[in-house]
């Protein structure tokens, strides 16, 4: 595992690393701390994403949501951290009404709450190493950030722009935010991946892309993706319900629409 450990005057040490996993790129940026210590940190989390991998992918035969599918094998026989991504997805399941399901056309599929659970676990055991100030994890676009990267610096992401590839739609700003995190669902990277999970069919939507922003990635992916299988209009009205919640919505007509408290969060 290759990291980059950098220094700048005044500011905490950086460790940066990049791991592909999950059928994306897992990017790592944790500020202070004594680099030895991140290192070790880093590599029990970048170790427990690929067992994630290897628990959750429906890519895999072997893997135990794959088995679990196919009857071969009980929660009560799978590792921990199945049973608790289950509940997670039953609970993401009821928030939201069933717009988000951990099933795929019929089959145990809980794919769409893991990344951002895994992403969210890896930057909470890299915030626990002692002097560490800021960490931000980035799962393949959603994004995990805790802490600030220096003294009176907060985190900044800028949320691409699906109608104008290169753009930048919003930056979310972490000021004065302990935690937050800010996760995308749309069309404009894998097209249309989201199923409606009344029909098992895409979701025919309005939308191109929402951004959901909130302390929690486990949350606020899932949020993401049952706010886009919905609609606009529905959406916007769900995603305003929620607590500690704020949403970019964007549509095909270049409309974007945006819950009362985002302003507060663009820097």
């Known amino acids: 595992m290759a990291d980059a450990v950098t220094e700048q005057a005044g500011a905490p040490a950086a460790v940066r690393h990049a791991e592909e996993v999950m059928g994306t790129v897992f990017s790592f940026d944790v500020r202070g701390g004594d680099p030895d210590a991140v290192r070790a940190a880093l590599a029990e989390a970048v170790a427990a994403l690929h067992r994630a991998d290897a628990l959750f992918s429906t890519y895999r035969e072997d893997s135990e949501v794959s088995r679990l599918a196919r009857g071969e094998l009980a929660v009560s026989g799978c590792a921990p951290e199945v049973a608790a991504v289950l509940e997670l997805a039953a609970e993401a399941e ?5 717009w988000f399901s951990p099933r795929y056309r019929g089959s145990l599929d ?12 890896a930057a909470r055991v890299l915030a626990a190493v002692a ?20 003294p ?6 800028g949320v691409a722009d699906p109608l104008r590839p290169g753009g930048l739609a919003a930056v979310i700003s972490a000021a004065g935010a302990a935690e937050l995190a800010v996760a995308t669902s749309g069309t404009a990277e894998r097209g249309a991946h989201i199923v409606d999970p009344r ?8 939308l191109v892309a929402v951004t959901v922003v909130g302390p929690r990635l ?25 607590p500690d919640v704020e949403a970019l919505l964007i549509t095909a007509g270049d409309e974007v629409r945006c ?9």
């Open 110 to 121: 809980p794919t769409g709450i893991v990344k951002g659970w895994a992403a969210e676990r």
């Open 199 to 206: 029909t098992g069919r895409p979701a025919v939507t309005d």
């Open 152 to 157: 009176q610096r907060s985190w900044r992401v």
């Open 218 to 242: 486990t949350w606020a992916d899932c949020w993401a993706t049952a706010a886009f299988a919905m609609g606009s209009r529905a959406a916007l009205a769900w995603l305003e319900s929620l």
């Open 131 to 150: 002097g560490v100030r800021g960490v931000s994890v980035n799962g393949g676009g959603d994004v995990q950030l805790l802490g600030a990267p220096e």
């Open 94 to 98: 009821r928030v939201s009404e069933g």
């Open 259 to 267: 819950t009362g408290g985002l302003a507060a969060r663009l820097g």
